[in-house]
């Protein structure tokens, strides 16, 4: 069960339970609400990984496009060599060599911003989600030391 999940199900037995009239306090099983919260903390290191997990293939998104980059502009060295040793078309082969270099250097560059872009949306999501568990959890803290025994 994820922590999401769980969290829902804390406020489930929160809107379930019976409630004091004018007093917006609630009665709630004690035992039920910390299985919860010990399962959320099982559950946390899991969301943890998977931070790290998306923070890794971050990384090898951006090098995998270097290294793509790196290959065509080594492709277009490469070529621009080649027409280069045949003298008739010379000034050709530096306009198309230029313009291969020019492509593969654009090419990277969105390759990179859209790594990062996805990298980014991915830990924002998730930077999100851990926020309003906090938030979640603080509140239901909050009420139960609120509530007395």
């Known amino acids: 069960m994820n922590v999401l999940k769980?969290?829902?199900e804390l406020e489930d037995i929160i809107d379930n339970s019976s409630?004091?009239?004018f007093a917006g306090k609630v009665f709630i099983d004690k035992g039920d609400i910390l299985d919860i919260i010990k399962e959320i903390r099982i559950q946390l290191p899991d969301e943890i990984k998977q931070a790290q997990w998306i923070k890794e293939e971050r990384q090898r998104i951006l090098i995998e496009a270097q290294q793509e980059a790196d290959s065509i502009l080594q492709?277009?060295?490469r070529h621009i060599e080649e027409?280069?040793?045949r003298d008739e078309i010379t000034k050709?082969?530096?306009k198309r060599g230029e313009e291969i270099i020019s492509q593969a250097q654009v090419?990277?560059?969105e390759i990179r911003i859209g790594a990062r872009q996805y990298a980014d949306e991915l830990?924002?999501?998730l930077e999100q989600n851990f926020i309003d568990m906090?938030?979640?959890i603080k509140q239901n803290r909050k009420e139960l030391k609120g509530m007395k025994g």
Do not use: R, W
Request: without cysteine; aromatic residues 0%; charged residues 25%.
């Open 6 to 8: 769980l969290i829902d």
């Open 19 to 21: 409630s004091i009239p």
């Open 75 to 77: 492709d277009a060295k």
């Open 83 to 85: 027409m280069v040793e």
């Open 92 to 94: 050709l082969a530096q």
């Open 107 to 109: 090419n990277a560059k």
């Open 123 to 125: 830990l924002g999501g």
């Open 134 to 136: 906090i938030d979640t």
